[in-house]
């Protein structure tokens, strides 16, 4: 089965988007010629490091990486009740209400998803907080930028220019699907979920185009293994 136009930028993780190297807004679409010169899948931005871990957190371990906010670390553990240096989904929930806001259920479900612990499917420990928390500091960035009439929810350009600002050139027949798919526009909750599947879904079809061509020969197998974890993960 073929399927093609998945643009995206040539991040290493599918959950923490790369802010844009250049700004780009409604005013100014970029030569077609310059596109032809670049990857299928727009530009590439430069991954960031690996993070560091510094001091254990809890009697599991896991320690926060090196330079991790107060803020971060207080959010994490006034949640962690138990102190087993793990919290689930609801304790997400109300981590990120102190420093965000409160997000929809199916949001946190998603975040747990792409942020997973590799020892624990149902708990994140502080790496993994940690990381999350800045990935939607990063999407917070982006979602303000082009929130242009501050009205706290994205529209269909609004939407598709913060899409490509990450490098996704998306199709205007699944614009229209993914912003029917919420009343009135997306706020904050919803962009973020809305961003995180385009990225997360890109990102595993990129593995079946390592030639960046835009278009993959799936089995009925793979391609059911690419998509069913995004539609039942955190439904």
């Given at each position: 089965m073929a399927t093609s136009r998945p643009y995206s930028s040539h991040s290493t993780a599918?959950?923490?988007?790369?802010?844009?190297?250049?700004?780009?807004?409604?005013?100014?679409q970029p030569p077609p010629q310059q596109q032809q010169h670049q990857s299928y899948y727009g530009q590439y931005p430069t991954p960031?490091?690996?993070p560091s871990s510094s001091s254990s957190y809890g009697p599991s371990g896991g320690g926060f990486p090196a330079g991790t906010s107060p803020d971060v670390i207080r959010a994490f553990q006034m949640v962690d009740r138990d102190r087993s240096g793990f919290i689930d989904e609801y304790e997400l929930q109300q981590a990120?209400?102190?420093g965000y806001q409160r997000f929809n259920l199916r949001t946190i479900r998603l975040l747990m998803f792409l942020f997973k612990n590799p020892y624990d499917s149902l708990r994140i420990g502080p790496m993994e907080f940690a990381a999350l928390w800045s990935c939607l500091g990063h999407w917070r960035a982006v979602f303000e930028r082009f929130d242009r009439d501050r009205s706290g929810k994205i529209d269909l350009m609004e939407l598709r220019d913060a899409l490509y600002s990450l490098g996704y050139a998306?199709?205007?027949s699944v614009l229209q699907f993914l912003i029917s798919k919420y009343d009135n526009g997306l706020n904050f909750d919803s962009f973020v979920e809305c961003g995180m599947i385009v990225k997360g879904l890109t990102e595993k079809f990129k593995e079946k185009d390592p030639g960046y061509t835009g278009s993959a020969t799936l089995s009925y197998d793979s391609f059911m293994s690419?998509?069913?974890?995004?539609l039942v993960s955190y439904d």
């Open positions: 599918p959950s923490a988007p790369e802010l844009p190297l250049q700004s780009y807004d409604h005013h100014h960031s490091p690996p990120l209400s102190s998306i199709p205007p690419l998509v069913i974890p995004f």
